[in-house]
């Protein structure tokens, strides 16, 4: 699954406004819009709503991570929120990720609405190779990500959150109709600043991303509109 524009905009702040003139700005050039716990702590469910006029598919970010039972009554609610993506914590372990993609595709259906692609963030973006031993994982960072991707497709989920470097290690192991969301995305232009495990829109599309979530080289730029054109360009959309 390759969006015919795999851009999705992180729109992370905590302002309603801000959220809602960006989204506005760049309703015409990107192909989704991401709301990620900023946004959802400070302004809950209503806050989507004027996002939602721009019509644009919504990710709801919320990386979920708790018990089984926990998780899938979360993503009830979050289900009937209509969005298009949404995520939890692959480390949450087998029957998390079962009971929330049950939970997700149960709900949509009472509700009559598409379910939200249910999403696993595998080793956060944010960690290098020792930040994720520190925490635990065993063996390289892309061996990681691929047994939490197998982990993930076992037990329901509709793809996974990985970096641009492990695409090619995740494709190999869950095949083509598994849906990569990859963010630590940076052209060569912009600053990397958190973000550890870094490529470019093209490389990281060239390797088989099927959706770019990309926030500060958009949102922090002077002008949000220009950076997203000459994103675009690189992309050669
Ligand atoms: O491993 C992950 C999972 C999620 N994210 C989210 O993506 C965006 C990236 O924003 P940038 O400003 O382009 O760094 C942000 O909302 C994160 O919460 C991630 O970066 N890495």
């Known amino acids: ?15 309603p406004d801000s959220a809602t003139a960006l989204a506005r700005t760049l309703a015409g050039q990107v192909g989704g819009l991401k709301i990620g716990l900023e946004y959802f702590t400070a302004n809950g469910s209503h806050g989507l709503s004027a996002i939602r006029e721009t019509g644009l598919p919504l990710f709801l970010d919320l990386k979920l991570h ?3 039972n926990t998780v899938a009554a979360a993503m009830r609610s979050v289900a009937r929120l209509g969005v298009s993506i949404t995520t939890l914590h ?7 990720i079962r009971a929330a993609a049950d939970a997700g595709r149960d709900s949509a259906a009472k509700q009559g ?3 939200p692609k249910v999403i696993a963030v595998t080793v956060l973006t944010s960690l290098d190779q020792a930040a994720a031993e520190a925490v ?12 939490l991707a197998r982990l993930a497709q076992d037990n329901g989920a509709d793809g996974i959150v990985c970096s641009p470097l492990e695409i090619a ?3 190999a192991e869950c095949g083509p109709d598994f849906t990569l969301v990859v963010p630590g995305i940076r052209p060569a232009w912009s600053e990397t600043g958190d973000q550890k495990r870094v490529l470019t829109p093209a490389e990281a599309r060239d390797r088989g991303a099927d959706i770019l979530v990309i926030g500060r080289p958009i949102t922090a730029a002077a002008d949000p509109a220009i950076a997203a054109g000459r994103i675009l360009a690189e992309l050669g959309l």
């Not at 969006?3 to 302002?15: M, R, Y």
């Not at 692959?90 to 998390?96: C, D, F, H, L, V």
């Open 66 to 68: 708790d018990i089984p």
């Open 136 to 147: 635990g994982f065993c063996g390289s960072v892309a061996d990681q990500v691929r047994r």
């Open 90 to 96: 692959a480390s949450g372990g087998a029957e998390m």
């Open 1 to 15: 699954m390759t969006a015919a524009n795999p851009v999705f905009v992180a729109l992370d702040t905590t302002e």
């Open 169 to 171: 290690a995740v494709r």
């Open 113 to 115: 609405i598409a379910p």
